[in-house]
């Protein structure tokens, strides 16, 4: 079947299976930023953004996202770099997979919420799950981050 | 991964309810979710996202959840009806499957470790189909075998003035060992267990009892007129050993405290 799609602000039309997940979608068309993980909607390594908000690409059937703006990491790079800087200075990059739907992740709390708490942060991130940090390296990278946007906008 | 031979885009809920009818291996998709997770073969898979379902209204009773609702729809609505939500959801996985998961699909199949039906019957929702009508969502629960049909909306009474929640997990994004949500409105009380590992049901002892202020008898009740089972998670006798802690705390949390 034909399912129209928008991929980073690009008109698309792909030609799916009708279980077609979106990553698989989203993969097959070379978008391999799109990381593939747990595959049953738990680690949230294949993050990205329809309609703005944050999904499961692995879980999405590609047939229901039509005509839906789908967002992925590189459709983002010069935001994912950006941040990739201040999970870097944490010491929160070991093995890197986790960070594309991190980054997702980061940037849908950005678009949500103003001036996000810890409480906030870990809400957010609550569905990204990494084996090597420990997590707390990127709480303060999130939070260095989330200050130096807050400085950037109020000059 | 569930197997999908033929993806249908619904004009209608007749056209639904005429699938729903005519081929028993059909099935509505929701958020999807679910797929993933089993071997289901499904000749067609019904698209309802453009039917109106997504909508959250106001009604004079209270509010009515469209059956495409998500729980992330839920999460971003005010209002302290929907602080009850807030607690039962927020420990589902993740923002990102939040914003997939739909009620409808969630309720219709009554699954048993739903964090959000258990609090759904402690609100008093009533559950409308397209043929069967609309229920209290208790009697949808009980039934034995209800008949194929199309969920279309959830109604939930509004104003309340307590909604108390808690689960105890093994971790947070984990399902509950067991979940318990307390609702008081108009100085009655609703309690109701899900996660037994059974379906959500109400404990109509304890709300008694709580209407009378005794909290400790209340969730004594819990232990003594549930029923519990065994499943990978915990075993039976660990439930109804922790049924009454739960509620208590679920109680504490919003401020709810007494003897």
Redesign the interface.
């Known amino acids: 079947m034909e399912v129209n799609l928008i991929i980073n602000k690009k008109p698309r039309t792909v030609h799916i299976r009708p279980d077609e997940t979106l990553i698989e979608t989203l993969r097959g068309l070379g978008l391999n930023g799109v990381k593939q993980g747990c595959d049953t909607g738990s680690c949230g390594v294949c993050t990205v953004h329809m309609d703005g908000k944050a999904i499961l690409s692995c879980t999405q059937l590609t047939a229901m996202a039509e005509g839906r703006g789908i967002t992925t990491i590189e459709g983002v790079q010069q935001q994912a770099e950006q941040i990739g800087q201040y999970l870097v200075a944490e010491g929160v990059e070991q093995c890197g997979y986790c960070s594309p739907g991190t980054v997702m992740s980061i940037l849908y709390l950005e678009s949500c919420i103003a001036d996000p708490s810890d409480d906030d942060i870990l809400h957010y991130l609550n569905g990204n799950l990494c084996r090597c940090s420990g997590y707390e390296g990127q709480l303060r990278a999130i939070r260095t981050y989330l200050e130096a946007k807050r400085n950037e906008s109020d000059r | ?7 249908i ?1 619904a004009n209608s809920m007749e056209e639904v309810v005429e699938i729903l009818q005519s081929d028993r291996s059909a099935a509505i ?1 929701g ?3 679910y ?3 089993g071997k289901k073969r ?1 000749s067609k ?1 019904i ?1 309802i ?1 453009k039917l109106g379902l997504n909508a959250i209204e106001k009604t004079q009773e209270g509010y009515r959840i469209g059956a495409m609702v998500t729980y ?1 729809d839920l999460e971003r609505m005010p209002g302290n009806v929907f602080d009850g939500f807030r607690r039962a959801v ?2 589902n ?5 939040r ?2 998961v739909t009620v409808g699909a969630t309720v219709f199949s009554r699954y048993g470790f739903s964090d959000l039906n258990t609090m759904m019957m402690a609100l008093g929702a009533t559950v409308e189909f397209a043929q069967m009508g609309t229920m209290p969502i208790e009697d949808y629960f009980s039934m034995e075998r209800p008949m194929r049909d199309f969920l279309i909306a959830v109604n939930i009474p509004g104003d309340v003035e307590v909604t108390a929640f808690h689960a105890l997990r093994l971790t ?2 984990d399902y509950a060992i067991l979940n318990v949500a307390a609702v008081q409105r108009d100085g009655r009380w609703r309690v109701a267990v899900g996660g037994r590992p059974g379906r959500a049901c109400l404990c109509m002892e304890a709300a008694e009892q709580l209407e009378n202020g005794h909290i400790y008898q209340a969730a004594t009740a819990l232990a003594e007129k549930l029923t519990f089972g065994t499943n990978r998670l915990a075993r039976e006798d660990y439930r109804k050993c922790i049924a009454p802690g739960v509620l208590r705390r679920a109680l504490e949390e919003v401020g709810v405290h007494g003897g």
Do not use: E, P
């Open positions: 991964m569930a197997s999908i031979q033929t993806f885009q998709i958020g999807g979710a797929l993933r997770l499904i898979a698209n996202q992330g927020r420990d996985v993740g923002v990102q499957l914003n997939m947070t994004t």
